[in-house]
């Protein structure tokens, strides 16, 4: 299994995802589980959540060829309507052949068209579910049950710019990797698409493994926010002066992150702007 997010930001598409692949006889291994891809008309980017990795990579490169093909073609879509029905075909085709014990399969896709005002978000599982998200946020694999009750209650909702968009994805990878070490691991794979239909980002791996080394200090400044109101505030003004310098030294820590990409290479800030 995994963890598995796709998260809407100013400008676009964020798709991540962990590295992990466990097997029945206890051993673990790392694998792709996040893929991105141009067409004529747009942009994609894939993750994927399933007991058989080879198989979900084996779908994931047939929608590549049916989304974006090997030349400009007028049977590629260009409309998110277009993109559903491909999506689709491609989902049902793949799980039609009768073998038994078909895996487990969950992609998350994001989409970013030429001919679309605005970036979308899919929850995809075979044989026939095309479920368009319109929030800012999903995830799948195991380790959603981690990540959900802290995104519910951490944010109101809305999109974000990228760099605080990654930081947050940075801290829900490392709370299931964290809780959930049996099914999440290794390392962190993230994609950017933008909505300018213009590049497709690929945030290294150093740079989200050095986001995610933040997490324990966030952890700790949130620990002692709640120990200090379950005492009713008994420290008084000079504990609380001391939490909220704490909490600053933490804004500081991520908003000082900076993270690279590769093909093209770019580095994105605390002021990035896409």
Not at 98 to 110: A, C, D, I, K, T
Not at 114 to 125: D, N, V, W
Not at 175 to 190: E, H, N, R, V
Request: aromatic share 10%; with cysteine; net charge negative.
């Amino acid at each position: 299994m995994t963890l598995a997010i796709g998260m809407i930001c100013q400008g676009g598409i964020l798709v991540t995802a962990d590295t992990r692949v466990s097997y029945d006889d206890g051993s673990v291994a790392d694998v792709e589980k996040v893929s991105g891809f141009a067409s004529h008309s747009g942009l994609y980017a894939i993750a994927q959540s399933s007991h058989d990795a080879n198989a979900a990579n084996s779908l994931i490169a047939e929608l590549e060829g049916k989304l974006a093909g090997a030349r400009p073609s007028s049977s590629q879509p260009s409309y998110f309507s277009e993109v559903e029905q491909v999506i689709k075909e491609v989902l049902r085709q793949w799980y039609a052949p009768v073998y038994e014990n078909r895996p487990s399969v969950q992609l998350l896709v994001g989409v970013v068209l030429e001919q679309e005002k605005t970036p979308a978000l899919y929850f995809c599982e075979p044989p026939s579910t095309v479920c368009r998200i319109w929030d800012a946020y999903k995830a799948i694999g195991a380790g959603w049950v981690i990540s959900d009750p802290i995104y519910k209650y951490w944010t109101q909702g809305g999109v974000r710019p990228l760099h605080e968009t990654l930081c947050e994805a940075s801290y829900l990878m490392y709370k299931g990797k964290q809780l959930l070490p049996a099914s999440i691991g290794g390392f962190t794979d993230a994609i950017f698409i933008g909505s300018n239909a213009s590049a497709l980002y690929r945030v290294e791996r150093k740079s989200m493994a050095t986001a995610e080394a933040c997490g324990p200090a966030f952890d700790r400044a949130m620990s002692k926010i709640v120990s200090l109101a379950m005492s009713g505030g008994a420290g008084g003004t000079p504990e609380t002066l001391k939490i909220a310098e704490f909490m600053y030294s933490i804004s500081l820590l991520y908003s000082r992150l900076e993270l690279h990409c590769s093909f093209p290479e770019i580095t994105i800030r605390h002021e990035f702007n896409t």
